[in-house]
């Protein structure tokens, strides 16, 4: 199973970003996809996630500004960001939990004030 994130970039405070992460390979179910981030010198830390049926999960942090949407058809996650803060900067990964987790290369988001 692989993942391919896209997405990122460099964006002023109160933007808008969207990431998309893609899960090919031999897949039968993904019971998990979502989102982490890891802010330098910090500790990587679930940004979103979201269930194949649906059941979505937000930090504190994101919540009202952050949305996760998946495709099940197609394997692949969303997330929508808005209202974007110089404290979302960092390097995002999606994940996805089939019988192990997987992990996408990550990519960068940077907020600048």
């Known amino acids: 199973v692989q993942l391919q994130a896209s997405g990122g970039g460099l964006v002023q405070s109160g933007g808008s970003l969207e990431l998309a992460c893609a899960a090919s390979?031999?897949?039968?179910?993904?019971?998990?996809m979502g989102w982490y981030r890891q802010a330098p010198g910090k500790q990587r830390e679930l940004v979103a996630d979201?269930?194949?049926?649906?059941?979505?999960n937000y930090a504190d942090s994101v919540k009202g500004r952050f949305t996760i949407s998946r495709d099940n058809a197609k394997n692949t996650v969303h997330l929508q960001m808005n209202n974007l803060k110089p404290e979302d900067t960092g390097v995002y990964y999606c994940?996805?939990?089939?019988?192990?987790?997987?992990w996408g290369q990550g990519t960068l988001v940077t907020v600048s004030s």
């Open positions: 994940l996805a939990t089939i019988r192990a987790d997987y």
């Open positions: 979201v269930t194949s049926g649906g059941t979505t």
């Open positions: 390979g031999t897949i039968l179910e993904i019971r998990v």
